[in-house]
């Protein structure tokens, strides 16, 4: 039988550091390997059972986003003087990790997720709910679940090393960054965000909010991390707003509902993923690369 090549762990020679999805190595001389694996979270639980391809899709994401965002920030895929670097390290990469890696540029990171909101949802939610704020900043429209903003927000947070992450005011942002790279990722954000939001738009997608990072390299401040994937935005099916009601997420909604109808309580550990919401799992990513990229993406298989 056919399958899918799926990589739940990576074990290569360099330092590691692993987050949920991703292994990030060091390789030394200024360059990190991200490897997206296919591993898979929910309610801020990784799953035993990897999704095939996810990484694949997810890195391709990522690509095809920093490429077409170029223009408006530089990030830190890499460029011409690297490629020689690049191309030697690709020979030390099991092949079957090539495309689901990116080696790019390290940066200083700058110690914030710049989130952007054009719609209500998620913690931004709650918190309107309790505080009639959002990110402590008064809010002066009437919203109701998943209504579109007046015009986007920046609703930057703390970079969390361990639980969850912070919502920052204005002022407390300010106060931990300054003023002035404070309104450099604003409107980096704003622009970013805005931009993404039409070509989504287009292929009848709501980018309702995201999560940027950004970092210096040489003094210059570029677009780190991963960029616009499901993993770090959330994503609906235009097709799919109802009004007053949150539509569901674009890429994990089979396996949340299934996990809610199974009445599962969100701790560890998590339950065993049946084959057939891994395979509708994998196909909505396969989906959502198809309606945001405009292309097919035709993942690799191995014989069994
Ligand atoms: N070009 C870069 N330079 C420096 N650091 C980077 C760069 N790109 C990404 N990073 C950092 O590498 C790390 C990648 O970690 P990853 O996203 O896998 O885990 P995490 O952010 O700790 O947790 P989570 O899995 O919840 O996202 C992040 O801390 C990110 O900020
Ligand atoms: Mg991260």
Avoid at 85 to 111: Q, T, W, Y
Avoid at 254 to 275: H, V
């Amino acid at each position: 039988m056919t399958e899918i090549v799926s990589v739940a762990q990576t074990d290569l020679k360099w330092p590691k550091y692993t987050g949920k999805v991703r292994d990030t190595y060091d390789l030394g001389g200024g360059f990190l390997l991200i490897i997206s694996t296919d591993r898979i979270s929910a309610f801020d639980v990784i799953f035993n059972e990897p999704v095939p391809g996810k990484g694949v899709i997810l890195n391709e994401m990522s690509k095809f986003w920093f490429s077409i965002t170029e223009d408006v920030t530089p990030n830190h895929l890499n460029n011409k003087d690297s490629q020689t670097f690049e191309e030697g390290i690709l020979n030390l990469i099991p092949k079957h990790l090539v495309d689901r890696s990116m080696i790019v540029k390290k940066a200083e990171r700058v110690n914030i997720e710049c989130v952007v909101r054009g719609h209500i949802a998620g913690s931004a939610w709650e918190e309107y709910v309790k505080d009639g704020t959002i990110n402590k900043n008064p809010v002066k429209q009437i919203l109701h679940p998943g209504d579109a903003f007046l015009d986007p927000i920046f609703t930057p947070t703390t970079k969390a090393d361990a639980g969850h992450d912070q919502s920052l005011s204005d002022d407390e942002t300010v106060n931990l960054i300054g003023t002035d790279l404070f309104n450099a990722l604003k409107s980096k954000s704003l622009e970013l965000f805005n931009y993404a939001y039409e070509i989504a738009k287009l292929r009848g997608m709501i980018l309702a909010d995201t999560k940027f990072e950004f970092g210096f390299l040489d003094g210059e401040l570029i677009l780190i991390d991963e960029l616009l994937t499901p993993d770090s935005s959330r994503f609906w099916d235009e097709n799919e707003i109802q009004y007053g009601q949150f539509p569901p997420a674009y890429d994990k909604q089979f396996l949340r509902q299934w996990l809610m109808d199974k009445g599962w309580n969100q701790e560890p550990p998590p339950p065993a993923l049946p084959n057939k919401i891994i395979i509708k799992t994998r196909d909505r990513y396969l989906e959502a690369y198809k309606r945001i990229t405009g292309t097919e993406l035709q993942l690799k298989k191995e014989i069994t």
